[in-house]
């Protein structure tokens, strides 16, 4: 394969792994959890082969030197905008896992009080109401 050939399968798989990653960050930010198993296994499947071709890349370093100029440009801003997608979809997971996490505790200790309150005649048997209002976008 010749280099010009080995650079764009590398950068056709960050252009793939980046639009994956933008469009994960969506589904985390309006909080459409159902549809991020649909991407997890391209997600894999395409950061492997990213790594590899990354690891080629770095083990025969003048595959790069033999391109011009504006070729090794391109690879480099490619790079640059895979690595701020990945900081955005990180920030995504992030934000998602704190709000479940929040709301996971809340029920568990709504659940708690439930349970460590007296049951019987005697006791208040009325319902308590408890007000929760959720976000759909993070």
């Known amino acids: 394969m010749s280099p010009l050939e080995q650079v764009t399968v590398v950068m056709t798989l960050m252009l793939q792994l980046q639009n994956l990653l933008d469009e994960e960050t969506e589904y985390l930010r309006a909080m459409k959890i159902e549809r991020l198993e649909a991407l ?4 894999v499947a395409l950061a492997e082969a990213y790594e590899i071709e990354m690891y080629r890349l770095r083990k025969e370093p003048e595959v790069l030197g033999a391109l011009p100029i504006e070729v090794r440009q391109s690879f480099e801003d490619a ?20 709000v479940v996490d929040r709301i996971v ?3 568990g200790r709504t659940l708690e009080q439930r349970r460590n309150r007296p049951s019987g005649y005697d006791s208040d048997s009325r319902g308590r109401v408890i007000s929760v209002a959720f976000n759909h976008r993070i």
Not at 40 to 43: D, F, L, M, R, S
């Open 105 to 107: 505790r809340r029920l």
């Open 79 to 98: 790079v640059r905008t895979l690595q701020s997608a990945s900081r955005r979809n990180a920030h995504a997971v992030e934000a998602a896992r704190t």
């Open 40 to 43: 997890q296994n391209e997600k």
